[in-house]
């Protein structure tokens, strides 16, 4: 499929200031005369009604329809129609596929319109930078001193960078999230560093840090060692609990090799307490992927063999419910072939009732339907793979209009 326009022509500062002709709509009754009936459906509507359908319309549409006439255009850059959008429910979730493990160049994925948009992301500067989303907020950390932080809108392109945060400098691994409160627009950034302890292979130190918005400040609500485990890198936030995995450092024998911390970012638990929300994962796992789909944690894991666990022999998707796993989907076999058979192969995201999952040798993007419990292929994006080795890998994010950082 040929990729679609650049979406940087739907921008809002790219809409056309100029009218053009309206459609017209004719009465179907034969009696009437048509041609006398023929009027404006822009004549007919108020502002206020025509400003609720264009509020319902999928994000491109919108952009599109701004470029009708004046009028339109007008209507979907005032402040009334926003306010329109924010009340709509949730879009469904675009996924963002890079396309080379240098730069961060890719494209979109739009579900409801099942087209691939050629994306500019403002702040990121390599496609391997630590991403987060939530309710149409992006937050990027480089990789590299994991100090420069940026919230952004991937579809008004509004950026702003955050203060270096506090804890270790230089972490050993380090996990993003972010939450967006959708009645006031302010978001909470979380960051779990994880570092080991100088000459102990089997204690790490944790700590917790957290950014709000509405005080633009950080805080360190949580320092804490563990021993026998570390965190990583997959966190996330769901109605107001910070959720990550963490992985086995050896010195036991253990189960398994990753495991659940919960971290109530309300009451923020004291310091010492922190491995008595530990829940174990449903089973053996390559690799874990974490997500918040309407405030109900998400896991999607590969699935490791009984006597390699190191070998995935397939990719499933369980919801916590209490401190227990409810296993929702397993992926098809036909699906699964072509996705590897070593450890870490696959990125997952998802938000709403999507979830997305990619494998990371090939551009191909599977998607999940919760409530109808599909599987199904997306389009085909239009990247080439330009060489044998070229990893691939990407996010989802909400589109949405009337969320700034």
């Avoid at 034969?30 to 041609?35: G, I, M, P, Q, Y």
């Avoid at 850059?77 to 080379?100: A, C, D, G, I």
């Avoid at 959708?182 to 909470?188: K, L, P, Q």
Wanted: hydrophobic share 40%; net charge negative.
């Amino acid at each position: 499929m040929a990729a679609e326009t650049s979406w940087v022509s739907h921008c809002f500062e790219n809409f056309a200031s100029g009218s053009v002709d309206f459609d017209s709509f004719s009465d179907l009754n034969d009696e009437t005369d048509k041609e006398a009936a023929a009027v404006s459906m822009d004549l007919i509507l108020p502002d206020d009604l025509l400003e609720r359908i264009l509020s319902y319309l999928p994000i491109a549409s919108i952009f599109r329809a701004s470029s009708v006439c004046k009028r339109w255009h007008e209507i979907v850059k005032s402040e009334r129609f926003l306010w329109n959008s924010s009340h709509v429910s949730s879009q469904k979730p675009w996924y963002f596929m890079f396309t080379s493990s240098d730069e961060p160049v890719g494209y979109a994925y739009d579900p409801v319109l099942r087209k691939w948009y050629g994306i500019d992301l403002p702040c990121i500067e390599t496609s391997n930078w630590f991403i987060a989303s939530s309710s149409g907020l992006v937050c990027f950390m480089d990789n590299d001193s994991r100090s420069e932080l940026y919230v952004c809108n991937p579809i008004t392109k509004c950026c702003k960078g955050l203060h270096e945060p506090p804890g270790p400098k230089f972490s050993d691994y380090s996990a993003l999230a972010v939450s967006v409160n959708r009645a006031t627009h302010s978001y909470n950034v979380s960051i779990v560093k994880s570092k080991q302890v100088p000459g102990n292979f089997f204690q790490w130190d944790l700590s917790i840090h957290l950014y709000d918005s509405e005080t633009t400040t950080w805080v360190t609500t949580l320092t804490e060692v563990l021993t026998g485990w570390r965190a990583g890198d997959e966190s996330v936030v769901c109605n107001g609990v910070l959720y990550f995995l963490i992985y086995s450092a050896g010195g036991g024998a253990r189960d398994n090799r990753h495991g659940l911390i919960m971290y109530n970012l309300r009451n923020r638990s004291p310091h010492g307490v922190l491995m008595r929300s530990f829940i174990p994962v449903p089973c053996s796992l390559t690799c874990g992927r974490l997500m918040n789909l309407k405030e109900k944690l998400i896991m999607v894991g590969g699935i490791g063999k009984h006597e390699r666990p190191d070998i995935i022999k397939g990719i499933g998707i369980w919801l916590l419910k209490g401190r227990e796993w409810q296993e929702i989907a397993r992926m098809p076999h036909k699906y699964f072939q072509g996705f590897g058979e070593f450890d870490d192969v696959f990125a997952s995201s998802g938000t709403d009732d999507l979830i997305y999952i990619q494998s990371y040798g090939a551009p191909a993007l599977l998607v999940f339907d919760v409530n109808q419990k599909q599987w199904k292929w997306s389009q085909k994006c239009p990247v080439t793979k330009r060489f044998p080795l070229q990893l691939f890998t990407g996010f989802c994010f909400e589109p949405r209009l009337e969320i700034a950082p």
